[in-house]
């Protein structure tokens, strides 16, 4: 007897996560065990709500999956809910498996971050419970690249990729003129630095890196970022630096807080800022010297244009996996890469235990900081520079890149 | 006997100056009557403080030229120093005319703006009130679009692709979520919405334009944007907006102007940035829904890993064509496009007197708008989309492109 899937997406988008959906979609078509696949829309939303899409019938060509691996952001929709815990309503979890019954659906993939692998955890540990068959399978994605229990996360590399060629163009930019001015470019990640270390990458092909990059695993000590910012300054004229969003003084206050308390504006609004925009106007004060503040913002998380042939590839290889390892009985697991070596670069796909990897941050190492805790080390950049190797083949129409585009 | 040739840079950086950079080199090194080559360091800077740089040295292969073509920014430098008027301080133009003769430059060409092409009337003019037989020759750039005279700039292309593709990415992340949400990007435009109906590019190939565009051609209304706001939620929860920096009230104040420090820069104007930030604000206020604002910032201006092939293509042509017209005689004047067709699309290398473009704008006409003035027209769209067509192709090392860095 063929038994359904099902996918969904939550949590924030990057340019990878509907990579790994066609990855399983791909696995899910090609495996005879199951018949067929349906997408959740809006993740545990669509679960919640019963709001399904039939993939079969929106997947017809071996290239409708390809444009949906060069597409950015969730293509089934994502969402911010999180699963109540089951002793808090036990109603919830009878009733999304009375759902998946009555779909005969026994293989589930569930793709996100951390609050995603925490959903997983909860419904595979109730199928435990009440001796259910389906098989729970989380699949990493994000572009902070801070989750436990894998070498790295897909989106990610396309995220350092994109912050790493932004950054060179942005030094490029920065350098026309012989005016002393600071350029502070704000870089995704709440809890780690793995993308702010993407900034440094293009030191890797001699020049264009940002002369300083602090990232939260070193507490941000403002005395010394003016002297960091008046050496450099005695180097040259204009300097580039990357900052983490999520940078912190010694006290646990992140560094961008600080802007809250500011401007107000004509009619009265306060004038929120971010950390690089706070950063900038210290600058100024303290050196009297131009200052402009780049926040990467979404596009950092979304540009697929420039995505990393190795993460997309990866991605979709990750997805296929998954329904494998569903197949084979495996459940209450999320996917991940074991690093195999650094170079040549070589990783094999395996899996963790979700439950050891749920609601945990996977900080960029200490030894991949310099001392002084304002700039990355060569080690560092080595070991990210395997994940933005490689450029996707994307697909132009009328001058613009092509996205497929799920209807519902 | 042969002469020699002067080039500078000036003005913002765009992902195309370089190329025009590289057609003037190539015209120069291709021409029998032009000897030497120099690079003025940073525009007029390099000019007055005769700082300057043999290019016959740096440029030894095709490569490096087509190199130079993919990078972003001024590579010669740039600056931002206005000559003064000849009534004002007649020793810089004795000086600057005696550097030139003791170099033997007869052909003079400058890579600009506004700015810069108001350079090139002032030198022009004083070498016809002393009958000297230098010509200067302007070729425009910028990624506003708006100078007058061409009909269009080299690097709007690249940048309007730029800014079409990062929409149309932010669109597809923005519509992930069911929640009600209003993202406000920003797009530069001082006093011409070009860049900001590039935004629209996005629906020529169907879905993942912004669902409302603002452009400073057109008096914003506060609360005819609240209307239009609360029309498209009408039809789905997540919109997405581009406004133009310089859009402006009824009475002239700029809408950014609220939330900004009134800051101008060495030419007077006022330095934009906020406006975003500033409406999103008044739409949390006025519709209780989650908000974020994107400023696009520099980056789409130097994102040279995206730049329009015909972007570039025409820009090294005009550069190469600015050569010829120099050498049969051209002076005061400035390079343009002049388009024959727009369908198939077609153009021709032309110039203009001077006089007759600088310190003009040349804004978005009014039937490119539609009448509500809050969108693009379909016409304005198809007067675009060919400036975007094309992609460069690339150059990568280790994941990144490769840069032309010239050295000091």
């Known amino acids: 007897m063929k038994y359904n899937a099902m996918v969904g ?33 809006h993740g545990a939303e669509g679960l919640i709500n019963k709001k399904f899409t039939l993939l079969n019938d929106v997947f017809k060509t071996d290239e409708d999956l390809t444009l949906l691996e060069l597409t950015p952001a969730a293509a089934l929709g994502s969402c911010r809910l999180k699963l109540p815990k089951y002793e808090e309503k036990p109603e919830t979890y009878t009733d999304i498996f009375a759902t998946l019954a009555e779909m005969n659906v026994k293989y589930f993939f569930y793709i996100g971050g951390n609050d995603s692998m925490d959903m997983v955890h909860k419904l595979s540990s109730y199928a435990a419970k009440v001796n259910s068959d389906i098989r729970f399978v989380g699949v990493p994605k994000t572009v902070d690249n801070d989750l436990m229990g894998t070498d790295h996360t897909p989106g990610y590399g396309s995220a350092a990729k994109y912050v790493a060629t932004t950054l060179q163009e942005i030094v490029r930019d920065c350098a026309v003129y012989t005016t002393k001015a600071v350029t502070i470019v704000e870089v ?23 002369d300083l990059v602090y990232m939260p695993e070193v507490d941000f000590n403002l005395e010394e970022f003016y002297e960091d910012v008046e050496k450099e300054f005695a180097i040259k004229p204009n300097l580039t630096i990357a900052v983490c969003e999520g940078i912190r003084f010694a006290d646990g206050t992140y560094v961008g807080e600080g802007a809250q308390s500011g401007v107000r504006d004509t009619f009265g609004h306060k004038y929120l800022s971010g950390t690089a925009k706070y950063l900038t106007e210290l600058v ?44 084979s009985g495996k459940t209450g697991i999320t996917m991940a890469y074991k690093r195999i070596s650094t170079e040549p670069y070589k990783i094999e796909i395996g899996c963790e235990d979700v439950a050891n990897v749920a609601n945990k941050v996977y900080e960029v190492p200490r030894k991949f900081i310099n001392e002084r805790g304002n ?8 070991h990210i520079a395997p994940l933005i190797q490689g450029e996707t083949k994307v697909v132009y129409e009328k001058g613009m890149p092509v996205h497929f585009v799920i209807p519902k």
Chains 1, 2 share one sequence.
């Open 375 to 382: 700039n990355v080390t060569d080690e560092c950049l080595k």
């Open 188 to 210: 995704m990640g709440r809890d780690a630095g793995w993308l702010t270390a993407s900034a440094a990458l293009p030191r890797l092909i001699g020049t264009g890196a940002p």
């Open 9 to 41: 997406q939550s949590g924030g988008p990057t340019a990878a996560i509907n990579a790994t959906l066609a990855g399983v979609i791909r696995g899910a078509f090609a495996n005879d065990e199951i018949d067929k696949i349906y997408g959740l829309q």
């Open 284 to 327: 100024k004060e303290k050196f009297g010297c131009k200052v402009r503040a780049v926040d990467l913002n979404l596009p950092q998380r979304c540009a697929a244009h420039i995505g990393s042939l190795t993460d997309i590839e990866e991605s979709v290889a990750l997805g296929k996996s998954a329904v494998g390892f569903a197949v």
